[in-house]
């Protein structure tokens, strides 16, 4: 009963990695807004695997279809349902995997929970499901972008124990991994020795949220950073996140990490552009940690659904050798989500 | 209007650091159990302030006074008010400050949201109102382990670049900084000097859940590491949170990160007890970073409050060396709340 | 923003009168549970206009087209997404009002509100959008049937100033009227004279609740006739709701009214069935009063959209005489989710 | 665990009749507002008991102590917690009743649900509780009638069969019974012959809102109409809700119901200023029916609480002999909150 997501501009989202469709209602979206069904379709392609072939080999044309909610292409202000059909769906992949648990999946947690199992992709806990989000995330980038002149973008900023130069953001939404620096090709051997070695690897990702204006973020229980923490933690393979210089402060003096003020504002931005949970105004920042995708191609060993018998299992299918490197669009369109928010949430302040 | 935390143990706090109390409402416990005042009392013990010299000194007792919720000792299932009365108030200490912003403090986002500030103390923003989580908490807690066996501990992991060994978790509640090792002269000597200096210095926060059964968190927004996450990213100067092996997963191969199952069940915990949101059995652990306390005695550089003027600000009053020092029985606390709820929710799949 | 209803076993609605389809996403539904589809699409027949000649003569068959949630026909827990496409869509009926507002009808206040309008069949404010409603009702119906041994009808208690004889509950869905009486003559008089005079007519439906056990509601904010109360009034045309005696007990004197108890119960049910917000165990009983349709085929006042001119309005298009006369099956659907979302509450009481 | 109302400008309430205290936490209240003191207490004696001979004879002062939220005598946009001391507890009143149920109480639903009972007073069931809402709902008032110039009463429209006159609404306050007739003779008789049959009486309360603007209220589950509906049938003895003409509007054609419109507006009010649920700009009206006080002292059968022997039952204390004459100052305080929520959530709409 937790698929809804937003205090205002809610997203309620639906559909299994193999089903009919994948699919979004949003609700609270603000009347007027004419629809760039162009914006949330370049989004979805960013996202959409097939796209080159160091990412999953699922190839989807992943096409919006407009239920309701649009009149004359503008929002009524009435939900906005939203699908796109799941049509590359290769099930006999799932075959072999359908009596056993993949190590590091949620096969066996929710086997637990529901008592039953819909195995083919992994049912509601693919990554599949995320197109949901993009898609809401997009609508909500774009009010950010025209009405508030809100960016966001997010990048990879290690992959595996490998730093990345950031040079540019310009060069992210071109880059096969969502890198900021034109040269990949540091990126591209540690992707490919893991192909070749069927095993995967994780990643690390900034996020910079610029253009937020102070005083957005509640008290005690919706601060900015709590809404950030919790939804980033929840994107599939999220394992930390940490704020502004986050585990690095734990070492500095209170000296060196406060930021002092003077007459241009922060002297610095330690803070990540959030103090008591409330933006400061200047960039807000995190980066969010990704772990090893799960589904490798080596031998693991693991359980029958039993629970009785030790069973090797052989995973095949088509996935990432690193899912971090799809995920930055994602993450952007979860913090595009909490940024509308938590900006309509600051309206209710009656007289402000 | 977001001081209530929970689904169905709720929480609503209210109170500021230098007003007449501090205090909460406990909705949706349940009717008929046994409160135990002095259970409560001790987890308030073990964080207030003014305990042992090497933290604030503010000399708080911290009693409790039940206004309702509670006939013959029990719980009736209406909501429990709890109050702490404020006595220590040493307002001229503030003084100084009121005119100008704290680095690395709240003080300056409340005032661009709120259009005015109670400067004393801190007013809402203080770390003394996590007293009401420590009674909410307290509560909750009882009721894991009377009920259901289920045990959290909190204890210092690293202070400043220092990690901190783990001999035995006994240990933790008698040190005056939550350390699992009774040899503390290393911490000690720390913040001795940090004290010296008139600064501050973070640290980190190890929590261990113990007797989790599995199937407990909600895909698709309800997960457990979402809850978590959330919660404790609100608190007062945390900056990062990772679950499990966490922020070093990102080192690691698929096939070195992967948890494989036997009969005896799971053959290592680099997921931390969570996997797809859900709890699997294991224990559950999470890392929490604070960082230095923001109030340090050295000269700052910051900006009136008409955002004019740069000021030279000294600050006095109690401070913490380092405030991580006594999160551990409030991240305890919360995370006391979290559980409870997850698993009150679990019950509402009506036929499990 | 406001399309969800249910706190666990939840519903979030979409679609407009003459858009793609009307849908549904049913969040919360307990695993496992077989989905009945033959049961929804019985009831959604009982609601369909076109299926006699005194009721709206848009002919739709209303199918429904299951999107997620189910796997081997069975619920898995995940969102239940329903759709059911619009056929019969006459815009053209509705091309006169474009620039006018119904008298009676939502179409200024939604214009005002949103500051645009879909004139097409009421867009959002249509009855149409009561599938959704009759999809997931029929859902929750099921379980309650099922597993609680929980019925619920509703029937027609009066049409206009005529009281309608209660006869027996089977006569209710196989009459034209929902009529608990075989004799549908006086009915059906006053539906043809109403019909002739290109008038409309109000009324009101009687809904019985039985087999549900005592202790659900909660105090002091969840009680269960709030929440009927609550869920009935948003019903299109409704206009009041009487619980129990309710409108008649306030000529009664505390010594009548009062149910007295002995051995075998309750000696009478005049609180229908709830005291305190909280069930009996008695049936509980409620009337709902419905206001005649605002589309009537007379001519009547009113502005046009600039506000500024007034103008006649000859309402065309395909109208009900009496909107009460299809409303039961949909109170039956409201109140079934009421019902089942109550249950799962208590629930949450750990310890019951 | 439902013990919170509002969305925006929320109320949390605790305490019991017979307890320390009664009390809210207010939490969303704008910051920045003058909190009117007098207002709340003259609104808090227009609600308690022994202010006249013909109301329960509690004698209580219900003085109003703040314990937060509040500096320099404004609000700050923390959670505002104000307490009442129960201070007239005559508890041996009670005695007699502690193993029975009282016929017409939550008495026995409470003991069904919760398993244990604070039989003091009516505990947390106790009117006494309303103590909360006025608080609440009397800064609530204060602010619709200073920053929107919204005005709310409510009156005795009649006692029991006994239609009263509306005369002037000046009258209404100082009535004796919420009266807006000067002459209070008829009301006078009826409770006088009342009390002297040791019996009680219902009552119906008609209430008016003036100067809401159009477009508040939210489809489909915010509508106003199912918020006041709810909160209303919340209240204790509360047996049906009407608005408009309600209740006659099913006698009615559609053509004499419809509102029509000219360039003046509305030329008629049947509707009760409520479309679609969304408010037309009208006077919004609507009545409220209240079942006689169920604590009457004639002699009355019910059963021990082991629901085992039947038992007489002859009920002591200090009950109203109409309940309904002292519910208009709180049914104004609850729609005084519905009416401020509803207009923050309008502001959610970002365009608007």
Known sequence: MYNTF???????????????????????????????????????????????????????????????????????GTPICILVNNFNKISKDYKDIKDVFRPGHADITYYVKYGLRDYKGGGRSSARTTISLVI?????????????????????????????????????NSSFFFSPCYKEKKILKKIKSTIKNCDSIGASIKTIITGLFPGIGDPCFKKLDMELARIISGLNAVKAISFGNGIDSINKKGSENNDNINKKGFKSNNSGGILGGISTGQDIFFTTYIKPTPSIFLEQTTLDKNFKEERKINIKGRHDPCVAARAPIIVDSLVSIIILNSIIIQRTNLFV
């Not at 379709?41 to 044309?61: A, H, I, T, W």
């Open 6 to 76: 937003g205090d205002f501009f809610k997203v309620t989202t639906f559909g299994e990695s193999h089903g009919k469709s994948i699919g979004c209602v949003i609700d609270g979206c603000p009347s007027g807004i004419k629809l760039d069904k162009k914006f949330i379709q370049y989004n979805l392609n960013l996202r959409r695997p097939g796209k080159n072939k160091y990412v999953s080999r699922r190839n989807e044309k992943d096409k919006i279809n407009i239920i309701s909610g649009i009149y004359k292409k503008r929002t009524t």
């Open 136 to 172: 809401a995330g997009s609508i909500a980038k774009k009010i950010l972008i025209n009405f508030f002149n809100i960016n966001i973008y997010s990048y990879l900023e290690s992959i595996s124990n490998e730093k990345i130069n950031f040079v540019n953001k310009k060069f992210i």
